[in-house]
């Protein structure tokens, strides 16, 4: 089993950027594929990105390439969102998911075996 812990939301006018950090404890973070989702009052879970174990592959949604770069320190068990440029529209809480079967549904949030907490993001126009 591994604990998630997500930091680094807060508030920010849109253009500006946000490090968003998920810290793994209580197993091998390096045996576990992990991705980032988000979820705006009234929506639905959206899958953002995923890394596999290994570092690579990525996989980004649409709405957010060349805008947010995941990445991980396996030896600091800890997962990265950069997210720049922000929009309004990307709003939401963001969670961090490790899934330690497959990377292969990357973007279903029902695949994926553990989250944390989540961490609010909130962008201004």
């Known amino acids: 089993q591994v604990n998630l812990v997500e930091s680094g939301g807060g508030s920010v006018q849109a253009g500006g950027s946000l490090r968003l950090s998920c810290a793994a404890s209580?197993?091998?973070?390096?045996?576990?594929?992990m991705g980032w989702f988000r979820q705006a009052p009234g929506k639905e879970r959206e899958f953002v990105a995923a890394?596999?174990?290994?570092?690579?592959?990525?996989y980004s949604a649409d709405s957010v390439k060349g805008r947010f770069t995941i990445s991980r320190d396996n030896a600091k068990s800890t997962l990265y969102l950069q997210m720049n440029s922000l929009k309004p529209e990307d709003t939401a809480v963001y969670y961090c998911?490790?899934?330690?079967?497959?990377?292969?549904?990357?973007?279903?949030?029902?695949?994926?075996?553990?989250w944390g907490q989540g961490t609010q993001v909130t962008v201004s126009s």
């Open positions: 890394m596999h174990r290994s570092g690579s592959p990525t």
């Open positions: 998911a490790a899934d330690l079967a497959s990377i292969s549904y990357y973007s279903r949030p029902d695949k994926y075996d553990y």
């Open positions: 209580g197993s091998t973070f390096g045996t576990y594929h």
